[in-house]
């Protein structure tokens, strides 16, 4: 397998509404990355493209749709989607593109316009779950989350307040992100007094509907070298798929994410994460999962991921600086799209070009995470300077 590097990265703005359609906002991200990085799509020998289930965006077939806004026409191009996981998969479904010799070069965008779907993707959502087991119940993706955050709770004591502390966290913290929909800082209470969803899952515990593309690009390492001197390297990938059915599994520890996280660090040769890794990404769609997730990752001792957030170790000058993009809660979640921003934050973090973003110290090593689908499919990546 070759070296494969990042080059160049490009998002939009994540709003609630966009006056966009998604083959534009796929357009502008797809415009700003190639501009950062001085090439023109004639540059790019392939695509892939990652958008989650079509009833998000509201078409049919939406990988032909999406294709020439992309970037793809007349060019090898690729659609993945695995849910939520899907922002990080698309990232790895570019590199092996590129690690295998079949191309030089690699366009990999994700797009998700959100607010085609909202309020009706709950109903769809209904059509997945188990027809004898499950679908009786008329769950949906907020309450059987409401129920993973309730045993993660239970088995390790953990309040609805210790649960909010992520929220403030990310959401303040988006607030330094340009791409960010929100303007106006939060407070524990806010979170805590707004409208209980789903025990114990309140409104503010849980990122917005959202609308947005974020895109990369993939360089050989000849190339990647040829044209920047600041590459950011792709050290290791990995991902599992555990079984949909969340009625069996004990709730309180992500293991897919373990097994993903596992396979990424051994093909980085990284043997203690909690030392090596110098920044995380983890996937926040909700305030607990960013804590599951560190879990998960090896980033944290099981149980003890409150006390580490409390004493400020994933603060921006803590330890390990935990989501300084502001992740999916404070900056917005288009579901594809939020995971390659957590891979544009890396890339832009490697490069000490985040602004007043920026993790202190001249971080090497980042790790970035996404999840998808009933609460069992994780992507993980590696990237190093």
Not at 3 to 22: C, D, H, Q
Request: proline fraction near 5%.
């Amino acid at each position: 397998m070759r070296k494969v590097a990042v080059i160049g990265a490009g998002m939009t703005k994540f709003v609630r509404r966009a006056l966009e359609t998604p083959k534009e906002l796929s357009f502008e991200a797809t415009k700003a990355a190639l501009d950062s990085c001085g090439l023109r799509l004639e540059d790019i020998e392939c695509v892939a493209h990652g958008s989650a289930p079509d009833a998000f965006d509201g078409v049919h077939q939406k990988g032909e749709y999406l294709a020439d806004g992309c970037g793809g026409w007349n060019k090898p191009t690729m659609r993945v989607f695995v849910g939520g996981a899907t922002g990080v998969h698309a990232i790895i479904h570019g590199w092996y593109h590129v690690a295998s010799g079949m191309f030089d070069t690699c366009l990999v965008v994700c797009e998700e316009k959100m607010s085609n779907a909202m309020p009706h993707a709950q109903g769809f959502f209904l059509t997945i779950f188990d027809h004898t087991t499950e679908r009786a119940l008329q769950p949906n993706l907020l309450w059987i989350f409401a129920l993973e955050k309730n045993r993660y709770m239970q088995r390790y004591g953990y309040t609805k307040e210790d649960m909010a502390l992520v929220a403030v966290k990310n959401k303040n913290q988006g607030l330094k992100h340009p791409a960010s929909q929100f303007k106006d800082p939060v407070t524990l209470e806010d979170i805590l007094n707004s409208e209980v969803m789903a025990y114990p899952v309140n409104r503010l515990d849980v990122s917005p509907v959202s609308d947005g593309a974020a895109a990369v690009v993939l360089a050989s390492e000849k190339v990647a070298k040829r044209l920047t001197d600041k590459p950011v390297w792709v050290e290791g990938v990995g991902w599992s798929l555990d079984t949909a059915y969340w009625g069996t599994r004990d709730l309180y520890y992500p293991r897919y994410t373990e097994h993903a996280a596992r396979m990424a660090y051994k093909m980085a040769g990284i043997r203690e994460p909690h030392k090596q890794i110098n920044i995380a990404e983890p996937y926040d769609p909700f305030g607990y999962k960013a804590l599951h997730h560190m879990e998960g990752l090896l980033l944290s001792p099981r149980g003890k991921t409150v006390q580490l957030l409390r004493d400020g170790y994933f603060d921006m000058d803590g330890n390990l600086p935990m989501c300084p993009s502001g992740g999916l809660l404070g900056v917005g979640n288009p579901i594809a799209a939020a995971g390659m921003m957590k891979i544009c934050e890396l890339f832009w973090q490697l490069r000490g070009e985040a602004g007043e973003r920026q993790v202190p110290g001249n971080p090497k090593l980042g790790v970035a995470q996404a999840w998808g689908d009933l609460m069992q499919v994780s992507s993980v990546v590696v990237m190093g300077s």
